[in-house]
């Protein structure tokens, strides 16, 4: 029965090769007991004895310590690229923190512009704080339009994207009720509020404190 | 693989239903679009009194296929059916809203915002492949 098992262990090894979810489903090597689960301390001796990395993920998960990092300069990018959004006068600029809902992305700035002259120099603004402070440079996502998007790499996933849209746009898209979950960071200015949003911003109440309008 | 005369589902809000594609603009012979691609199509069925009528000719960036596409790290990953998201010249999505699961790489073909509009962006099951002797 323990050499059964030994066997049997090894052919369900293999058996890890294919697309097999559960790692668990192996029967356990020192079975005195009915025991379906490997523990993961004893699937990590077992590689650790048979084991042979062929091939590894590209992607390896980070690790908490360099995801803080990561964290960290996404934030101060996407405040800076904020500020640099703010001095072209885009208005109603709002930055979500969507780690916490979408894995592609850490933070959403959205921006509106009035334009489509206001657009191409927040887009040029934004591109030259970018690459100037923090050496990134926006994928290539086509020409600018009523939407324009741009992506920012930290690490491999894109972590800061900038959304700039024109007023009709924005509303169209309502992406910020699609993100709404998205905790609001708060920016170190106040932005402009547009004058047709001051409707909106009565509804939309505890998110507007950073906001004034105009008048 | 979408071949000319596929009928895939439009995946949003756009008012169309089913289209059915035409061609790959940018290649005068492209047999096969997947992933990512954009087609251009038209639409079969629609949603009634929307914008999009039956026989208009639209353009869609190929958000899921049944054949799926494999990935560097050795995963595979396929859907269930073939489904477009339909766009503007400029790329923008016509709908506000897309509907069903798509997959990271259209995201990194240009289209970026019909993931931003997508329930769930998938980039499949993370799991270290190991073998053991």
Request: proline content about 5%; glycine content about 4%.
């Amino acid at each position: 029965m323990a050499s059964d098992s030994q066997a049997e262990d090894e052919e369900q090894e293999d058996a890890l090769l294919s697309d097999e979810e559960e790692e668990t489903e192996e029967e356990d090597e020192e079975d005195n007991v009915d025991v379906d689960v490997l523990s993961n301390e004893e699937i990590d001796a077992l590689m650790k004895e048979y084991g042979n990395v062929v091939r590894s993920d590209p992607e390896p998960r980070k690790s908490s310590a360099e995801d803080a990092n990561a964290d960290a300069e996404a934030l101060s990018m996407a405040t800076a690229l904020a500020t640099a959004a703010n001095e072209v006068k885009a208005v109603d600029i709002k930055l979500f923190h969507v780690k916490p809902l979408i894995y592609w992305a850490r933070y959403f700035l959205i921006a509106s512009a009035f334009s489509m002259p206001q657009v191409n120099a927040i887009v040029g603004r934004i591109e030259d704080i970018a690459q100037e402070q923090y050496g990134k440079i926006p994928r290539p996502s086509g020409k600018p339009s009523g939407w324009t998007l741009m992506d920012f790499d930290i690490y491999t996933a894109g972590d800061v994207v900038v959304h700039i849209f024109l007023p009709s746009q924005r509303e169209f898209y309502n992406l910020e009720e699609f993100y709404a979950n998205a905790p609001l960071v708060e920016l170190p200015f106040v932005s402009e509020s547009s004058s047709s949003s001051t409707a909106r911003s009565d509804a939309e109440g505890e998110s507007e404190e950073e906001m004034i309008s105009l008048s | 693989t979408i071949r000319p005369q596929t009928y895939s589902n439009v995946a949003d809000n756009s008012g169309a239903r089913e289209s059915m594609r035409i061609r790959v603009p940018g290649a005068s012979n492209r047999q096969y679009a997947s992933i990512g691609d954009m087609i251009v199509a038209v639409v079969r069925e629609a949603v009634p009194n929307m914008p999009p009528k039956g026989s208009e000719v639209v353009r869609a960036v190929i958000a899921r296929t049944r054949k799926g596409l494999n990935r560097d790290n050795g995963m595979a990953i396929r859907f269930d059916d073939n489904a477009a998201v339909a766009i503007d010249r400029e790329g923008n999505p016509k709908g506000t809203r897309v509907f069903g699961p798509v997959a990271r790489e259209s995201r990194e073909c240009h289209f970026a915002k019909t993931v931003s509009s997508a329930p769930e962006v998938l980039r499949g099951i993370r799991r270290n492949r190991m073998m053991l002797r």
